[in-house]
């Protein structure tokens, strides 16, 4: 066996890998152009005047987790209590923060203590304090011992006494209707209809972002941010969406996401025995739901429902992705049950092998290729012609899924200016030499982290304010 | 294949770009409704909203859309076209046209609608937010009849619009509904019946003592938001109930009483039941009640200082250290808008 043999081969496997990969891509884009432009014209025919002063919508708590949060999360709290729907309630849970996010919110929204007794569903970590506001008789303000994301979301939901609940981050800006877009399809049908995710923004400041009006909403300048805009709208509105329509959708993001409360009691609430919480609990409910053959719906929606933090440096970028990575493998790994079982319909014989392949193969794969172009390189075996025009096709194909993703976003929302948007599509091509090198760093550590048994959160220092 | 694909980029960009400077768009027409306009004829329009392809259904909406806004008498055709439609297979279709319909507000939309929510299997709730808005002369007789039929779903949701709408009901119909078999639509009359009753008291009391839980949840809030003070006693039985739920609502609803809902907390600060006696204290914190003790035992009242021992006594020291917290601090608001005028603390004794 020759080098020459070895390498042709390992070409072979990773041209096999973009193939099936991008196949699967395509696929999902247009199954996701399909879903997106018939939300859209659905909502459009629908005309919710009506139902946005209605008391026949149904309730929502919305529960955040806070850990060092002084920075964003009055504004975030603001953005929610803004928000244009009949009845909700507000549940900030503090885990237990060593700044002053207890401090700030207790003078923004003049925190009273109080005590109350409630149903204690799940065990949680100590309660030190409980607060209601003199401002907004809707929010509550828990104050507990640091015990992670998913202990302050159970510990949330013991408080919670609406038949929805909304999690969302603390960094997470609401549009003034993100409540009733995600509550709208559950209105339709709340037998099985149990989740309800969205796209948001990436912006350096979410609270400055959200003032500008629809249709003339920048992109941030900076390039880092506008990748990572890139990069949500690409996986929402040119994958998830095609999730969704197959009902396979395995990704109910943090930010913002609407379950049915008896669902995620039935299921055990949050776990605290994965990095993070979001990805883990939407596959509990698919295995559970499917497991038990009874029917529902979660759905990802291509309304831009608000506008979260994105990292400015590309250290914290690579500490968040490294994260996610070592989550997508935590659960993938947990749930390998579900892979290739009819038992589990579209999500053991679609889902789970494409989040396989896109997800847990590709940071193998990157390092593949890569190797191979070290070593071809190094033998003098490098058609650099061909090399040239592989990577210029690859660029070109990013690009295009970009551009449909972009499609389907103005199609939907109709958000950004116009050069903004045209922006955001120059860059897709350039996403693979300035930013895909980034997320395949960050997922290779994720990989490593994961093997390493590395639970840690490595939360990302929350962008600086202007001093007002 | 470089080429095809370069050549794919640039016509999405040119589509987005496209997309956005399309100046011939009128924002009020529905997307994807490329043959219906208001240029139309009328009677190709009642062709497009009688097309029951399922490829068509934007025009289908776009044209109910256009036929529920004509002012002029509606064709036997455009009337046939809304009544299809409401009825039609295709979820997207139906709610099209009930928005549509809805938009009408005359007698005629209050017809269909009312025929929607009595055939509807699902979505009744959309059909009860567009029933909503209609005028309550119109709704209310064509609702009312709904309350004797026969399918429980039908009086469930016939009663839930009947509280919304504000129109009133007799005592016979009142007294029929309180011995319903269906315990939804028990828990509905309860929900409406300060809405559509004058003198609710007396019914909700009765629905204190339902079998089925949330039943008694929605006549305690019922009597909480209809401030029904002299139920006090009967509300502060439900402390006990073995259903948060209930207990919660109870509690709401004895804040809601002021006064009379403080007297029953004090009441059962003593009692057997652990949850009883925590929502009792709870009761007489969210009224301010508690507070006000704190601040008057400051200036050496003995008897707001037996109510703050009865307290810790009751459920530990949690809600007056809370107390007196609130106290303390100096930008200090009324704790509830429901508590009416400030107790005396003579009712501890």
């Not at chain 1, 990989?447 to 007002?468: H, S």
């Not at chain 2, 050549?7 to 040119?14: C, E, F, G, Q």
């Amino acid at each position: 066996v020759t080098l020459e043999l070895l390498l042709r081969w390992a070409v072979y496997a990773c041209f096999g890998y973009l193939v099936a990969v991008y196949g699967t891509f395509f696929a999902l884009a247009a199954v996701s152009v399909v879903e997106g432009v018939f939300r859209a014209r659905q909502r459009d025919a629908e005309d919710l005047v009506g139902v946005f002063d209605s008391r026949f919508t149904i309730p929502v708590s919305v529960l955040f987790a806070a850990y060092n949060e002084e920075v964003p999360i009055v504004n975030s709290v603001r953005s929610v209590l803004a928000n244009r729907y009949p009845e909700f309630e507000v549940i900030v849970v503090n885990d237990g923060s060593t700044d002053r996010t207890l401090e700030v919110l207790r003078e923004a929204f003049q925190l009273q203590p109080r005590h109350i007794f409630f149903r204690k569903r799940f065990e949680t970590e100590q309660i030190r304090g409980i607060y209601g506001s003199d401002v907004d008789p809707r929010l509550i303000v828990i104050d507990k011992e640091n015990g992670g994301k998913s202990d302050s979301l159970n510990c949330a939901l013991n408080f919670a006494r609406y038949r929805y609940m909304l999690g969302i981050d603390a960094d997470t800006v609401l549009a003034s209707d993100a409540l009733m877009a995600g509550m709208r399809l559950i209105l339709r049908d709340p037998a099985t209809v149990i989740g309800v995710t969205s796209i948001l923004s990436i912006a350096e400041q979410p609270e400055i972002r959200m003032r500008e009006p629809r249709g003339r909403r920048r992109i941030d300048r900076r390039p880092l941010l506008a990748f990572q805009q890139l990069d949500y709208t690409r996986s929402f509105l040119a994958a998830r969406l095609g999730w969704s329509r197959f009902n396979f959708m395995l990704c109910s993001v943090g930010a913002f996401s609407i379950w049915r409360r008896d669902v995620i009691e039935e299921v055990g609430g949050f776990s605290r025995d994965f990095t993070c919480e979001d990805i883990e609990l939407t596959f509990r409910v698919h295995e559970h739901f499917r497991r038990l053959g009874r029917p529902y719906r979660i759905l990802s929606l291509g309304e831009t429902v608000g506008a979260t933090e994105g990292p400015t440096s590309v250290r914290s970028l690579i500490r968040q992705r490294e994260r996610w990575q070592r989550v997508i493998m935590e659960t993938v790994f947990a749930y390998r049950g579900m892979l290739g079982r009819r038992r589990y319909g579209t999500v053991g014989l679609l889902g789970i092998p494409f989040f396989l392949l896109s997800e847990v193969v590709s940071p193998f794969a990157e390092l593949l290729s890569v190797a191979v172009l070290l070593v071809s390189a190094a033998a003098g075996l490098l058609d650099l012609q061909v090399f040239a025009l592989t990577i210029a096709g690859i660029a070109v194909v990013n690009g295009v899924l970009t551009n449909i993703a972009a499609l389907v976003d103005d199609y939907t929302n109709r958000l950004y200016r116009l050069p903004d948007l045209v922006r955001l599509c120059l860059l897709g091509p350039l996403e693979l030499f300035l930013y895909r090198p980034i997320i395949s760093l960050a997922r290779a550590r994720g990989v490593v982290g994961y093997l390493r048994g590395d639970r840690g959160w490595n939360k990302f220092e929350r962008n600086v304010r202007a001093a007002a | 294949m470089l080429l095809a694909f370069s050549v794919a980029w640039a016509v999405t960009l040119a589509a987005i770009v496209a997309g956005r400077l399309r100046i011939d768009r009128d924002p009020a027409r529905l997307r994807g409704a490329r043959r219906v306009t208001a240029a139309t004829p009328r009677t190709r329009r009642a062709r497009y909203a009688g097309d029951r392809r399922r490829r068509r259904r934007w025009n289908r909406i776009e044209a109910l859309r256009l036929i529920a806004e004509t002012r002029t008498p509606l064709r036997l055709a455009e009337r046939e076209a809304l009544v299809d439609a409401l009825a039609d297979p295709n979820e997207d279709v139906r709610l099209g046209a009930l928005a549509a319909i809805s938009a009408r507000g005359d007698e005629l939309a209050a017809q269909l609608l009312v025929t929607a929510l009595v055939d509807w299997q699902t979505g009744r709730a959309r059909v009860a937010t567009e029933l909503e808005r209609q005028p309550e002369e119109q709704v209310a007789p064509l609702l009312r009849a709904l309350l004797s039929d026969p399918r429980q779903d039908v009086r469930f949701w016939a009663l839930q619009v009947i509280g919304r709408s504000r129109s009133s009901l007799s005592w016979a119909e009142v007294s029929e509904l309180l011995h319903d078999p269906s315990p939804n639509v028990r828990a509905a009359l309860a929900e409406g019946l300060p809405l559509f009753y004058r003198r609710p008291t007396m019914a909700l009391r009765r629905l204190l003592a339902d079998d089925e839980w949330f039943v008694r949840l929605h006549a305690a809030r019922a009597l909480g938001e209809a401030r029904a003070v002299r139920a006090a006693p009967a509300v502060a039985e439900l402390l006990r109930d073995p259903s948060w739920w209930v207990r919660d609502a109870a509690e709401k609803a004895l804040v809601a009483f002021g006064k009379a809902g403080t007297r029953e907390a004090l009441r059962l600060l003593d009692d057997e039941d652990p949850f009883a006696r925590d929502s009792a204290a709870e009761v007489l914190q969210d009224s301010g009640f508690l507070e006000r003790c704190v601040t008057t035992a400051a200036s050496g009242n003995a008897e707001a200082e037996a109510v703050l021992a009865k307290v810790r006594s009751a459920v530990g020291d949690v809600l007056v250290e809370s107390a007196v917290a609130r106290a303390a601090s100096p930008d200090q608001t009324p704790a509830h808008e429901g508590a009416d005028d400030e107790p005396r603390l003579a009712v501890a004794s």
